[in-house]
């Protein structure tokens, strides 16, 4: 029999093999879950109690060159439901029944987006049946009723949705782009859309500017209470979301405006295939306004038709017809080939060059080169052509930046087609500086008058004057590139746009183009529309190019009507609608008539 | 048998007893200054705790204010460049028959304003009574 020590070592013994062990278990396990795991015990440990919240800044806003908002970013709700949360059929019922009456959307639709559970469908959108036949059901957790709520509907279905316990309803905070202004300036404002949680730019400055606009997302992490809310003493990191850089455009909105106006009156008046127009200031080449119909509304994508989507001032090129002779003849009298008042024998009307006749719209004997360009004379520009020769045309044209891009941030941008002169035919030479058989756009036509009105000096186009950093205020400015001379002798421009103002005169093909009180330079054109496989068909571009006031312009503008009813030429179709925005624009401008050219009644 | 380790309760030196009552009394006193001092200190950490959720609450919620004034703001300033917009303006001088033309560039005068700093002086002496030293110019000039 043990004794009462040697037993109580027994059990002591005992308990210590038991125990030893056991402890030695705990404590290497201990060490692999404080040292050996630490870092990812930890982490599972903070991710139970932290949360990240992903924030997105807003998206650059565009302005015209005063601030007005042409494209901005209106707030929204995102309506969102979680079925399995809908307590029966009847609250389901109730819901639909209110959201399609405020959201205007069909009731049928929305009971059937509140369904718990829908089909699961392949790749086809059959049903997957399951082993039993059955059709396979897949649980709806996040649905997405509406996008783009404005908000104090919003505000007014969140009031709804508490009164009524709709627990299931949910309402997510975002921005929609939104255009204020409407159709103004549509084509080249461009627009957005979404794909998914991105911002998907698919035309005009909304594309071409995309990088800089787009906005940056930020991303907070922190720890948070069972409610989920943030501890004031936790843990709290964060990346601060970016806003996009604001553009600030060259355009003025009331101009703008007055120009869209215009083009309806004409569009209706003349029912064109298309109307569109550009006013630019010549100094510095800033486009001050753009308009084109048909158009479309960016709020309202839906019905866009592909007429009207395409941006025809920098997309299309078109036979400008005698809207380019100035430059043909202005080349010549730079060189001193001709002068003023050198005379051509314009042939009554038609001539006969290489066995092909050139016809003039009216019969014209002997002229000066003055009248020439009054009368836009075919014969007479293509004799003019003759001589100056057929380099020095190429070469003038191209100087004038025909055949070349523009700089205007838009895409994609029609450089025009003007072949150089070993792929000229005999006609070439006579055709081309009439503008027939090459291409032109619109833009790159606005520029080459941009140099006649600025004394020669060709500047390059400007359409956007500064980027701004919202949140910094810093300011980017697109400088003004210093303009390109044109003419070697200063006196050929002065003689060129007296040309053109004749044009608008007595005995001119633009009168309807002038205006009371000023000094109008310009060229009217018409060409013909060519198709391929048809040749020259019976429809016309009727053109009017020019600036006001001559001496010291505020702008130059171009008018085109593509396929006009009810007439043809530049100077009936065109000219007036020319006429009826610059008297406008020139009433915006404050630019004062000359008190010697106004009729006497008008003058104080 | 019942064995049981350590000393025997009877067998351990007794202590001497604590002097006297005011001694005591004192001891009891700290004892309870310090239990206090203890409570008030939690007292306090509680209080103070309270009051930093409190004050978390109210910035969440002006937080949330600001937040929702700002979008507010942001929607007003889209709705006024819509009432801004000029076929808006159009329909609105038509309905109300407003009458309105543009001025006439002749009409139009430019007005130069002058800051003060930059004004010509006028001496005291030919200053008419009650103006300032230097005053604003206004420069009519015709474009």
Redesign the interface.
């Known amino acids: 029999m043990l004794s009462s020590n040697e037993s109580i070592k027994l059990r002591m013994r005992l308990m210590a093999v038991v125990l030893l062990p056991v402890a030695v278990l705990l404590g290497i396990r201990l060490y692999f879950v404080q040292v050996v795991d630490h870092d990812e015990m930890y982490e599972k440990a903070r991710r139970q109690y932290t949360s990240v919240r992903v924030t997105k800044g807003k998206r650059g806003e565009i302005f015209d060159v005063s601030g007005n908002l042409l494209v901005g970013n209106a707030p929204c709700e995102i309506i969102s439901a979680d079925p399995s949360l809908i307590k029966s059929s009847q609250q389901r019922r109730a819901m639909a029944w209110i959201l399609a009456r405020k959201l205007e959307m069909d009731e049928e639709d929305v009971f059937a987006r509140l369904a718990p559970e829908r089909p699961v469908r392949d790749k086809d959108g059959n049903p997957v049946r399951n082993p039993d036949g059955s059709v396979k059901m897949r649980k709806m957790r996040d649905v997405t009723i509406a996008r783009n709520v404005p908000i104090e509907l919003a505000a007014e279905l969140k009031n709804i949705a508490r009164v009524n316990r709709f627990r299931a309803l949910f309402f997510r905070e975002g921005y929609m782009r939104t255009y204020p202004k409407g159709r103004l300036l549509a084509n080249v404002l461009g627009f957005t859309s979404v794909d998914g949680a991105n911002v998907v730019a698919v035309l005009g400055v909304e594309k071409f500017f995309d990088r800089q606009m787009a906005s940056g997302a930020g991303r907070e992490r922190y720890e948070r209470d069972r409610t989920g809310r943030p501890l004031s003493y936790g843990l709290r990191e964060s990346v601060q979301s970016r806003d996009g850089a604001n553009v600030y455009l060259t355009i003025d909105e009331p101009l703008q405006a007055i120009m869209e106006e215009e083009l309806d009156a004409a569009y209706e008046k003349w029912q064109p295939k298309a109307i569109y127009a550009i006013l630019a200031d010549p100094k510095t080449g800033n486009v001050l306004a753009i308009a084109q119909r048909p158009t479309f509304n960016p709020n309202d994508r839906r019905k866009i038709s592909p007429e009207a989507w395409r941006t025809r001032i920098i997309e299309d090129g078109l036979e400008p017809g005698s809207i380019l002779k100035p430059f043909t003849v202005g080349g010549a009298l730079d060189l001193g080939i001709i002068r003023a008042d050198s005379k051509f024998d314009c042939e009554n009307g038609v001539w006969m060059y290489l066995g092909k006749p050139l016809r003039d719209s009216h019969p014209y004997g002997i002229m000066t080169v003055a009248d020439i360009i009054k009368t836009s004379s075919n014969i007479g520009t293509a004799k003019i052509a003759l001589e100056f020769g057929a380099d020095n045309v190429y070469n003038t044209l191209r100087k004038f930046g025909f055949g070349q891009p523009t700089g205007l941030p838009l895409k994609p941008e029609a450089l025009g087609i003007m072949p150089p002169v070993k792929r000229w035919d005999g006609l070439s030479i006579t055709r081309f500086p009439i503008g027939y058989a090459i291409l032109v756009s619109p833009v790159q036509m606005v520029r080459a008058y941009c140099a006649l009105a600025n004394h020669g000096w060709l500047p390059k186009m400007r359409l956007v004057d500064r980027l701004e950093d919202p949140e910094t205020g810093t300011v980017h400015p697109i400088p003004v590139e210093p303009p390109v001379q044109m003419f070697r002798n200063p006196e050929t421009c002065r003689t060129l746009v007296d040309m053109m103002i004749s044009v608008t005169g007595e005995g001119g093909t633009a009168r309807r183009a002038a205006i009371p009180g000023y000094r109008v330079a310009g060229k009217t054109g018409t060409s013909r529309k060519y198709v391929k496989g048809h040749g020259y068909l019976t429809k016309y571009f009727a053109s009017f190019v020019g600036f006001v006031p001559a001496d010291d312009p505020a702008f130059v503008m171009l008018v085109t009507v593509d396929e006009p009813k009810g007439g043809s030429y530049g100077g009936t179709v065109a000219a007036p609608v020319f006429r009826a925005i610059a008297e406008r624009a020139l009433k915006h401008l404050h630019i004062r008539p000359d008190p010697t050219l106004l009729p006497p009644e008008k003058k104080r | 048998?019942n064995?049981q380790s350590g000393k025997v309760r009877g067998s351990a030196p007794r202590r001497k007893q604590g002097g006297s009552f005011g001694s005591r009394l004192a001891a009891a006193f700290r004892i309870a200054m310090i239990l206090a001092l203890a409570g008030g200190l939690a007292n306090a950490y509680i209080f103070l705790n309270q009051k930093?959720?409190e004050t978390?609450r109210e910035i969440?919620t002006t937080r949330s204010d600001i937040h929702n004034t700002d979008?507010?703001i942001?929607?007003l300033?889209?709705r006024r460049?819509?009432f801004?917009?000029?076929?808006h303006i159009?329909q609105a001088i038509a309905r109300f028959d407003l009458k309105l033309q543009?001025?006439?560039?002749?009409q139009?005068r430019?007005l130069v304003i002058i800051p003060p700093a930059l004004a010509p002086r006028v001496s005291v002496a030919s200053r008419p009574p009650g103006t300032s030293g230097a005053t604003s110019v206004t420069r009519w000039s015709?474009?």
């Open positions: 048998m064995i930093i959720a978390e969440r979008r507010e942001d929607n300033r889209i460049e819509q801004c917009a000029w076929p159009r543009p001025a006439d560039p002749r139009v430019k015709q474009r």
